[in-house]
C-alpha cells in the first residue's frame, strides 16, 4: 500500500524539522571564522594553492588560472628580494602568515623566520607544514598583532614583514609593537593594497622610508581572474544549490531568506554583482611595495 505525503504534512514536517534545527544550534557553540581564514581555506580548496595574496601578472604570463600558482610565487620571490641576505642570521617576523607558505621558503632560503597568526587552525596547518624542516625552529605566535608579547621578543628582530596584511591591524596598536621588537636599523616591509597612496600613519614614526613602488597594475590582473570565478563558476553553483534545496523545503527556505535577507544581499553585491574587475581596483585603490628602516 502506498501513502501520499500531502503539502500540509509537508508543511508540518518542515516546521518539526526549523524547529529542532534552532534547538541543536542554541547547544552548539560555533567559533566564529575570520574573512581571512576562511579566504585561505577556501583559496586552498577550490584553485589548490597555498596563499591568498595578489599574483604578480606581467606582460610575458598568460592571464589564466592555471597560472595562479606562478604568479604567486613571483610575488613571494619579489618580497624575498627585499630582504638582506642572510650571510648572517637574519630573524624576520611575518606577521599574518597565512598557511607558512611564505614563511617555509623563508626558512629554505636561510632565514629564520617566525609567523604570527590570529587562528589556530591555521596555525596548526602551519606547523605541519614546517613539521620536517631541521634547523631554525621556528615560533608560530596564535594572536592577533595587537596582542604580541613584546616582552619576549623586544629588540629580536631584523625585519617585519606585512603581505597583505597589514590593512588588518590598527596602526596605533602595530607601530609602537613594530618599534619594541625590531632591532635599530631593522627593515619593515609592507606589500598591500590602500585607498590613498601610502599609509598616512607612517609618516607620523621614526621609520624611513627606504622605497615606494606601486605595483597595482602587476597584481590587478587578479581581479578578472576573481570575477571570472565567482561570476561564471561559484555563482551558477550557488543557484543551482539553492533551486535544489528550495523544491526539498521550500518552507525552510523562505523562513532562511526572511531572517538573512540583508545579509545575502550584502554578500551577493560584495561577491556576484561583476563590479569586481580590474578596472574598478585600479580606479579606488593602489597597491604598494613599501620599504622602511627602523633608525
Known amino acids: 500500500m502506498k501513502f501520499s505525503v500531502t503539502p500540509k504534512t509537508e508543511t508540518a514536517r518542515d516546521s518539526a524539522k526549523l524547529e529542532s534545527m534552532r534547538n541543536e544550534i542554541r547547544h552548539v557553540h560555533v567559533k566564529k571564522m575570520h574573512s581571512r581564514e576562511l579566504g585561505l581555506l577556501l583559496a ?72 604570527v597568526i590570529p587562528s589556530k587552525d591555521l596555525g596548526d596547518a602551519v606547523r605541519r607544514k614546517l613539521a620536517d624542516r631541521s634547523g631554525h625552529r621556528s615560533r608560530i605566535f596564535e594572536c592577533g598583532f595587537e596582542d604580541f608579547p613584546v616582552e619576549q621578543c623586544r629588540r629580536h628582530y631584523d625585519v617585519a614583514l606585512f603581505s597583505e596584511s597589514f590593512q588588518y591591524i590598527s596602526p596605533s596598536a602595530s607601530l609602537p609593537i613594530l618599534q619594541a621588537i625590531l632591532k ?29 613602488e606601486d605595483i597595482t597594475r602587476r597584481v590587478s590582473p587578479n581581479m578578472e581572474l576573481v570575477n571570472d570565478l565567482l561570476m561564471n563558476r561559484i555563482k551558477p553553483a550557488t543557484l543551482t544549490i539553492g533551486r535544489y534545496i528550495e523544491g526539498r523545503h521550500p518552507l525552510l527556505v523562505r523562513l532562511a ?22 578596472e574598478v581596483f585600479e580606479r579606488f585603490k593602489t597597491y604598494h611595495l613599501l620599504l622602511y628602516r627602523l633608525p
Open 44 to 115: 586552498r580548496q577550490l584553485l589548490d594553492v597555498e596563499d591568498l595574496h595578489y599574483g604578480l601578472w606581467d606582460a610575458d604570463l598568460e592571464l589564466r588560472l592555471s597560472n595562479l600558482a606562478t604568479a604567486q610565487q613571483r610575488y613571494n620571490d619579489m618580497l624575498i628580494a627585499q630582504l638582506p641576505r642572510p650571510e648572517r642570521e637574519v630573524r624576520v617576523l611575518d606577521v599574518g602568515c597565512g598557511t607558512g607558505q611564505l614563511l617555509r621558503q623563508l626558512l629554505d632560503r636561510g632565514y629564520s623566520a617566525d609567523g
Open 184 to 212: 635599530p636599523g631593522a627593515l619593515l616591509l609592507i606589500s598591500d593594497f590602500f585607498k590613498s597612496d601610502a599609509p598616512e600613519s607612517m609618516k607620523r614614526t621614526p621609520f624611513v622610508l627606504l622605497k615606494d
Open 257 to 278: 531568506l526572511a531572517l538573512l535577507r540583508k545579509k545575502l544581499d550584502k554578500v551577493n553585491h560584495k561577491y556576484f554583482s561583476g563590479h569586481r574587475s580590474r
